[in-house]
Nanobody, 124 residues
């Protein structure tokens, strides 16, 4: 069992930056692939970024590539999402997820563990 707690959300102007954090419980954090997903009001949840267990290989959605950076600190059991050049369309609830993913890292169904989410609002 893994428990995830996100923090770092808030209100920011377009063009600004935020860094989200996701702290995980447990002693096997480095064995999990970690993902960030977001869901805007009235829209389906969408993949944002993932960092693969053991290798540290990263994946990004086209909509955030070049602006967002996912990273992890295994010593602190924490994964981060640095978001630069934020746009109003980035407004959503951002959730982190963990799983020993053997299939698609962009599919939410690949992750059995989820945090409660943190709100990010970007004003124009």
């Amino acid at each position: 069992q893994v428990q995830l707690v996100e923090s770092g959300g808030g209100l920011v102007q377009a063009g600004g930056s935020l860094r989200l954090s996701c702290a995980a419980s447990g002693r096997t954090f480095n064995s999990y692939t970690m993902g960030w997903f977001r869901q805007a009001p009235g829209k389906e949840r969408e993949f944002v970024a993932a960092i693969i267990r053991n290798t540290g290989i990263t994946y990004y959605s086209d909509s955030v590539k070049g602006r967002f950076t996912i990273s992890r600190d295994n010593a602190k059991n924490t994964v981060y999402l640095l978001m630069n050049s934020l746009k109003p369309e980035d407004t959503a609830v951002y959730s982190c997820a963990a799983g020993r993913v053997s299939g698609s890292v962009v599919a939410g169904s690949s992750y059995p563990y989820w945090g409660q989410g943190t709100q990010v609002t970007v004003s124009s």
